[in-house]
């Protein structure tokens, strides 16, 4: 632990970690509630085009705008622990940031005791927005795959 890196209570990790999980929250759904919009602008622009077309441009769209949500919030994670001094580097906190959020967890990059509450808050908020990322996708496919195969 460095000299300037904030001390902070199991009790400050939880809240700590649920703010930044619930912000990161937001975003995810906040995105996906945009992405409905633009998919539906998207899906008007396509809609004379191939079927193949259609579910390609269609899907890589929401696709590409799911991983950029995630990209975000891995991100975000890594701002909040170099501003708490969790990191020295930006390159050791956006990779502990996005093993933790995927749920890699290569143990190669670990957070000092009084931050490891608040970093398990990570692996959680990635494990609920992927949920809802898939959920998504799937609900977009079921939408679209019955229109690709009449």
């Given at each position: 632990m460095t000299p300037d890196t904030l001390a902070m209570s199991q009790h400050d990790q939880l809240l700590w970690g649920s703010v930044v999980l619930s912000v990161c929250a937001l975003i995810h759904v906040?995105?996906?509630?945009?992405?409905i919009e633009v998919l539906a602008h998207i899906g008007r622009w396509v809609k004379n085009?191939?079927?193949?077309?259609?579910?390609?441009?269609v899907v890589g769209a929401a696709f590409v705008m799911i991983v950029?949500?995630?990209?975000?919030?891995?991100?975000f994670w890594a701002a909040v622990l170099l501003?708490?001094?969790?990191?020295?580097?930006?390159?050791?906190?956006l990779y502990f940031s996005l093993v933790t959020y995927t749920t890699v967890g290569y143990g190669d990059v670990v957070?000092?005791?009084?931050?490891?509450?608040?970093?398990?808050?990570?692996?959680v908020t990635g494990i609920l927005c992927f949920?809802?990322?898939?959920?998504?996708?799937?609900?977009?496919?079921?939408?679209?795959?019955?229109?690709?195969?009449?």
């Amino acid at each position: 632990m460095t000299p300037d890196t904030l001390a902070m209570s199991q009790h400050d990790q939880l809240l700590w970690g649920s703010v930044v999980l619930s912000v990161c929250a937001l975003i995810h759904v906040g995105l996906l509630a945009a992405m409905i919009e633009v998919l539906a602008h998207i899906g008007r622009w396509v809609k004379n085009r191939s079927r193949m077309f259609r579910t390609t441009v269609v899907v890589g769209a929401a696709f590409v705008m799911i991983v950029s949500s995630h990209t975000i919030q891995v991100w975000f994670w890594a701002a909040v622990l170099l501003h708490m001094n969790a990191f020295d580097y930006l390159y050791d906190a956006l990779y502990f940031s996005l093993v933790t959020y995927t749920t890699v967890g290569y143990g190669d990059v670990v957070l000092p005791v009084e931050f490891r509450v608040f970093g398990a808050f990570g692996g959680v908020t990635g494990i609920l927005c992927f949920g809802i990322s898939t959920a998504f996708l799937v609900s977009l496919i079921n939408k679209l795959l019955p229109k690709s195969l009449e």
